[in-house]
């Protein structure tokens, strides 16, 4: 006999249902949380990245468009359960791996967001350091000026310190605050790239002029497609972790349509938006500088007018703010949370995150590992594909879209304690991209089997569809030898 009483182990006010009279998000809430997403430096030199592979503008746009288009399908996918139920991922993993089972792909997703949470914030951080540089007229810090083991100056931990703090203040206060941040800050960021045109138009003499300068290596004998599909494998990956805990903003919808309409038109027109920004204002920096600048940061900082820095640095500051509060903290303090409801609730798991966050030292990650951080950071959310795959196969072929939620939150519910299916399903669409994941992680490619470097060529579709066929399968067998392992 099942117990009508949700285990404590299983659940919080955090991770309940939402109720419907508090699902209050509109199409244009989801537009306005994409914008400011989309709006980040990682977005603004993606194309720049793809460019300096031996791309033209064009082929870079194209790449970023279609990428997006691609992780939009299982973005959707996937927050049709956060809005039909009101649940959050991790919640909503437990269909597929396991009431307790759920906790290994929801800290697996934990772990990239601790990681982007860091660094996102060393960049704010910076950003704060550099605006008080300029305004209070004192030389930015050097080697010479570094705590000893620490690797800063205490002016520039001081300034990371600060803007970890600001973060935490605000998500601490819930949902309902990072809704208006992220609306606020969502016009004010379109404004701000709208100026950056502007300047990118008048310096190089209109956008014919300016797109047709090129500063991009040849292709060369390699062609565009060896270039592309990694890079276009790398693109959904940027997004591909953000598609899994959809769920977590999705639970807030008023309707399906919402979400879908505010998701659909939002996510890839921002990110082509953002993309196309970086590639002409990086071809103006050339023009007006002689050098390309990539990083906002440091064109910011070659202004010679102070309100100009100044202005320009607190964008920087409002896009990496915005970015982390809805991208890297909310997904992790639910799922540090659904370790144990009982002791940790979403404030407290907002925090794990960001004590994470400091202790992983973000900026040696970003100065030591160099073109390898975001190599590691988006190969591993391609790899993240694997748990994609269980899940939209549990939840559309298996469970046809039915979930039993009283279920979901009980430990004698219908749902197993831990889903060896699932598991099994994860491990194997893993295995094949491991070595590929490795070898580029730690930049020793050259030496990887060319087999195994054209499988993590595709290792998010691989992932993605082997560990959706092996779940199905076993699904199948299982369900034939066992009539009530699927409800």
Known sequence: MHSPIPSPRLCNPDLAPVPPEERTWTAGHFAALWVSMAVCIPAYTGAAGLMSQGMKWWQALTTILLGNLIVLIPMLLNAHAGTRYGIPFPVLVRASFGTFGANVPALMRAIIACGWFGIQTWIGGESIYLVLSNLMHFKPATSADQLPGLGLSAGQFACFLFFWAAQMLLIIRGMRVLRRVETLAAPLLLLGGIVLLGWAASVGGGFGKLLAFTHASEQGSRGFWPIFWPNLTATVGFWATLSLNIPDFTRYARSQRDQVVGQSLALPLSMLLVSFIGIAVSNATVIKFGEVIWNPVELVGRFESPWVVVIGLFAIILATLSTNLAANIVSPANDFANV??????????????????????????????????????????????????????????????????????????????????????????????????????????????????????????????LSAAIYFLLTKFTSRTNPDVIS
């Not at 404030?347 to 900026?363: N, Q, S």
């Not at 295995?431 to 499988?455: E, K, T, V, Y």
């Open 340 to 465: 144990n409801p009982a002791k940790i609730n979403f404030r407290k798991g907002a925090m794990i995150t960001g004590v994470i966050g400091i202790l992983i030292l973000p900026w040696r990650l970003y100065t030591d590992l160099g073109q390898y951080i975001f190599t590691w950071l988006i190969g591993y959310g391609a790899l993240l594909g694997a748990i994609a795959g269980v899940m939209l196969t549990d939840y559309y072929v298996v469970r046809r879209c039915r979930l039993e939620v009283d279920d979901l939150y009980r430990e004698d519910g219908q749902y197993p304690r831990v889903n060896q299916t699932a598991m099994i399903s994860l491990a194997v669409g893993i295995a094949p991209n491991l070595p590929g994941f490795i070898a580029h992680a730690s930049g020793r490619q050259d030496s990887l089997a060319p087999f195994w470097n054209g499988l993590y060529t595709h290792a998010w579709f691989v992932s993605l569809f």
